[in-house]
Structure formats: C-alpha cells, structure tokens
C-alpha cells in the first residue's frame, strides 16, 4: 500500500530531471547522437525531422550546456557543420536514463 507521500516524492522528483536534455525535439537529438560517432548537420535534420532553424536552435543550447561538441569545415567549398556527443554530454544522458527509469520504476511500485 502507498502513500500519497509516496506518489507526492515521485512526483516531485520529475523536477530534478535535467531539463536541457528533457526537452522533447533536444532528447530526439541526443537519443540520435548517443549511437552513431558524430553526424552532420544535414544527416541530423534528415533523421530528426526538424526544420533548419529549429534543430540550429536546440543544437545551440546543447553545444552551451556542453553536451555537444560542434566542428565546422568546408568540404569543396561547401560549409559542412559535424556535431558529437561529448563527454559531459554522455554522462549526462546516461544519468538522464537511470533517473528517469527510476522515477517510472517509483510511480509503477507507488501506482
């Protein structure tokens, strides 16, 4: 038998999910990049689905949180933009993951 303070703390601890990668169209992002080494800006529209603006907007704030490292070149004079996963931004993910397991593993004990 639960609680309602049970469910209340389960509840309440949505709240400290990180809330950078929590964004729907930034965790599609990130789901993305944790399985492949790096992609380009293109690949990365193509599978996201995003428009040009808005993926350029989530990327900025997932390069600002540290979560991604952003590398720019040209390839025959073409500007060719390569983002990856970073460091921080792995562990991030992956504790993303966990807390959010767990926070559905409480509500279903806690249901």
Request: charged letters at 25%; glycine letters at 4%.
């Amino acid at each position: 038998m639960t609680t309602n303070n049970d469910q209340n703390d389960s509840l309440k601890s949505i709240a400290n999910i990180d809330k950078i990668i929590h964004e729907p169209a930034r965790l599609m992002i990130l789901s993305f990049l944790y399985v492949v080494d790096h992609a380009d800006f293109t690949f990365t529209l193509n599978q996201t689905g995003m428009t040009r603006g808005n993926l350029s907007t989530h990327m900025s704030k997932l390069e600002n949180a540290g979560y991604i490292e952003v590398s720019k070149k040209f390839l025959i004079k073409r500007p060719l933009t390569i983002f990856k996963l970073s460091k921080k931004g792995r562990k991030s993910f992956e504790k993303y993951q966990v807390e959010l397991q767990a926070l559905l593993d409480r509500l279903q004990k806690n249901g």
